[in-house]
């Protein structure tokens, strides 16, 4: 219950980071604020890495506030120690994933902006504060991993302790580039081993396809319109979403079962900003305010749209009373006190391809199980 409780307290931090993101890039558009909020708290996604024992939400929340804190610093300058508690938090972030480090790029544009705002010394200092919390926080793990392993990164020793991790061969950049339209399913609707419905994802994809090509007529449509957007917010979310795309891309290439989408979710504020941008630049400044409601509950209505999936495939499966009379006997006992005691095939145990196999499973307990159990079924 504690490791779940902090990573739902991861998810109420990012929502909360991604508000103070979004209302410092765009402090005259409120309602931008709360529609990032949405994107990224009603992604199903999301809510069920926050709801589950993982480190993702976690990772969402340090990354934001990690990159919040440097465009505050930027847009609305600080005193020059502010930028200890963004290597603070950076390190933090680089604690919690190993991706973490991978906002040394965002920092960097934003710092660049700053160097031109304040000058070389000024920025001097602020990367040497940044530093100076960088490694109080996070720098001590790194260097042990650098001691004990000769690596930053120990992927040696990981591959070495999971012989199954690596892939025997990376994919080529073709075959890797096929598992982008898998990894944007990923991000918004596959929860495990639930897949939600292709009307769902087929959604997103358009909902991400609008926004992004938004994206594209953006910078003519703010030169010709005086859009109020910072060239650099776009810049820096650009720079966030895609040195951690790109990572995700690389981790699907080399890692066995490396292709979830759900590790792109510690960029996920820079993609709902992004999206929202792109969407804006779409229609006219008068009417943002309302797309920014309707985004809102567009989210809400993916949100909505997966509790009956997800409770219909984790819900606990009906009791039935004995005596059980499957097609198949096998009463196979396992070591904690699982029995299956035999499957049911309705429509018999072939099949033509493409077509669905109905199965039916019947365990039984003598007593209760303080193991955990994964099923796996295959098809053979």
Sequence with gaps: WAARAVSMLGGLLALLGTWLLARTCFPAMPSLALAAVAVVGFNPQFLFAAANITNDALSAATNVFTV???ARNVLYPQKVYAWFWVGVLAGLAALTKYSGPLLALPLLILMIYYWRKVGWRATGQAIGYALIGALLTGGWYYGRNLWNWGEVVPLTQMAQALPTLLRPEPFTIARTLEFIPWLIAAYWGVFVSVIASPAYLATTQSFMLVGGL?????????????YPHDRLVVLMALGWFGIFALSVLNWTRTVDFGEQGRLLLAASPALALLLIVGWQAWLPVRWHTWLHGAIVLFSLGLALSQIDPLYTAYRMPPAVAPPLT???????????????????????????????LPLT???????????????FIHLA
């Design 68 to 70: 919040w804190l440097a």
């Design 214 to 226: 938004g994206l594209l007529i953006w910078p003519w449509r703010a030169r010709l319109r005086g």
């Design 326 to 356: 499957p097609d198949r006997m096998i009463n196979a006992q396992f070591e904690a006190g699982m029995q299956l005691v035999g499957v049911d095939l309705p429509d018999g145990a072939a099949i033509r391809p493409g077509q669905p």
């Design 361 to 375: 499973l019947y365990f039984s307990t003598p007593h209760m199980i303080d193991g955990f159990y994964t099923l």
